[in-house]
T-cell receptor
Framework: DSGVTQTPKHLITATGQRVTLRCSPR?????VYWYQQSLDQGLQFLIQ???????AKGNILERFSAQQFPDLHSELNLSSLELGDSALYFC???????????????FGPGTRLTVL | LAKTTQPISMDSYEGQEVNITCSHN???????ITWYQQFPSQGPRFIIQ???TKVTNEVASLFIPADRKSSTLSLPRVSLSDTAVYYC???????FGAGTRLFVKA
C-alpha cells in the first residue's frame, strides 16, 4: 500500500459526459501528479501540482482540468468524454520540493475509466 | 520538462543479467536518477535511486557516470516475474516516457 488513495476504482460512463477523479496523497506529500495510461501504452504525464499550484503540464487535453485543494487532495475533471479517453488514470504523490533533488513518487491504485 | 530516452523493449532469458540504459540529457544538477517498475494494471513502484557512481540494493544496481547524462539499471539473474515495464523519469517536473518493456523467457 503506497498510502495514496484514488476514488473511484472503476468508472463507466457514456460519451459526452463529465467525470471527476479524486486523489488523496500520502500524508505530508505536497506534490501531486496525474497520469493517463491507455491499454498497453506507457504512462502519459498530464499535470503536476505542488502545494495547490500548478507546476508542470504535459499532454493534457483542453477538455481535462485539475486542481489541488488546501487539504492537498486533488481532482481531475474530464469532460465531453470520448471513447479514446478510456484508460487507467493514476495519481502519484511526492514529498518533492523543487531543488531538493529526491523525487520518489508513490502511485495510487488507479481509476479505470471506461467510456461507452 | 525533464525528458529521458530508453529502449522500447528488451528480451532476456531467466538467469541472465539485464542492463537497461537511459539517457538523461536534461537532468538538473540537484536531481536524483530514479527507476520504476510497472506490472500490468498496477501503478509503477520505486526500484532504485542514485545521484552518482553506483548504488546497489536487494533487487538491482544502478550505474551513473560522472557526467550524469545516462544511467544503467542492472537486474542480476532475472526471473519470469521481472517481466514488466521499466521507467527512468527525471526531475521535479518529471515525465514518464514509454518505458522499456522487458520480457523474460523461460
Amino acid at each position: 500500500d503506497s498510502g495514496v488513495t484514488q476514488t473511484p476504482k472503476h468508472l463507466i460512463t457514456a460519451t459526452g459526459q463529465r467525470v471527476t477523479l479524486r486523489c488523496s496523497p500520502r500524508s505530508g506529500d505536497l506534490s501531486v501528479y496525474w497520469y493517463q495510461q491507455s491499454l498497453d501504452q506507457g504512462l502519459q504525464f498530464l499535470i503536476q501540482y505542488y502545494n495547490g499550484e500548478e507546476r508542470a503540464k504535459g499532454n493534457i487535453l483542453e477538455r481535462f482540468s485539475a486542481q489541488q485543494f488546501p487539504d492537498l487532495h486533488s481532482e481531475l475533471n474530464l469532460s465531453s468524454l470520448e471513447l479514446g479517453d478510456s484508460a487507467l488514470y493514476f495519481c502519484a504523490s511526492s514529498v518533492a520540493k523543487e531543488g531538493q533533488g529526491v523525487y520518489e513518487q508513490f502511485f495510487g491504485p488507479g481509476t479505470r475509466l471506461t467510456v461507452l | 520538462l525533464a525528458k529521458t530516452t530508453q529502449p522500447i523493449s528488451m528480451d532476456s532469458y531467466e538467469g541472465q543479467e539485464v542492463n537497461i540504459t537511459c539517457s538523461h540529457n536534461n537532468i538538473a544538477t540537484n536531481d536524483y536518477i530514479t527507476w520504476y517498475q510497472q506490472f500490468p494494471s498496477q501503478g509503477p513502484r520505486f526500484i532504485i535511486q542514485g545521484y552518482k557512481t553506483k548504488v546497489t540494493n536487494e533487487v538491482a544496481s544502478l550505474f551513473i557516470p560522472a557526467d550524469r547524462k545516462s544511467s544503467t539499471l542492472s537486474l542480476p539473474r532475472v526471473s519470469l516475474s521481472d517481466t514488466a515495464v521499466y521507467y527512468c523519469p527525471g526531475g521535479f517536473k518529471t515525465i514518464f516516457g514509454a518505458g522499456t518493456r522487458l520480457f523474460v523467457k523461460a
